[in-house]
């Protein structure tokens, strides 16, 4: 696997993620960000949390998305997360993409919104 940056060196990538406390939650956060072509795909899978809320440490069985998306539809996907999330304080962070498979980055690219000729 070549692990090159993308074609265009003035594009970026990221990962956003969030965590939500059931499974038919998850996968409609993931849903609605890849129908709105702000993320070209989503991964759903389970985590166990621990940490702390309002002075007590917690634990809770929670499902992580992972969203790929590009640099600069972060924080329209940010956003959006936000207003659809039922949490009070959602985690939504965004970790960028040093290297990948241009093959990849590309289809990241044509998969989600505003680029010119991408539908």
């Known amino acids: 696997m070549t692990t090159n940056a993308d074609p265009d060196p003035t594009r970026s990538y990221a990962v956003l993620t969030t965590t939500t406390d059931a499974e038919d939650k998850a996968y409609a956060l993931a849903a609605r960000a890849v129908e709105d072509q702000l993320a070209a795909c989503a991964q759903v899978f389970p985590v166990s949390s621990v940490y702390r809320w309002?002075?007590?440490?917690?634990?809770?069985?929670?499902?992580?998305?992972?969203?790929?998306?590009?640099?600069?539809?972060?924080?329209?996907?940010?956003?959006?997360?936000?207003?659809?999330?039922?949490?009070?304080?959602?985690?939504?962070?965004?970790?960028?993409?040093?290297?990948?498979?241009?093959?990849?980055?590309?289809?990241?690219?044509?998969?989600?919104r505003g680029i010119e000729g991408v539908s």
Request: proline residues 5%; aromatic residues 8%.
């Open 54 to 112: 309002q002075g007590a440490v917690e634990r809770a069985q929670e499902w992580r998305i992972d969203f790929k998306t590009r640099g600069d539809l972060v924080a329209e996907l940010a956003r959006r997360i936000g207003e659809l999330h039922d949490y009070d304080t959602p985690e939504i962070i965004a970790v960028p993409v040093t290297a990948g498979s241009p093959a990849y980055l590309e289809w990241v690219s044509a998969q989600t």
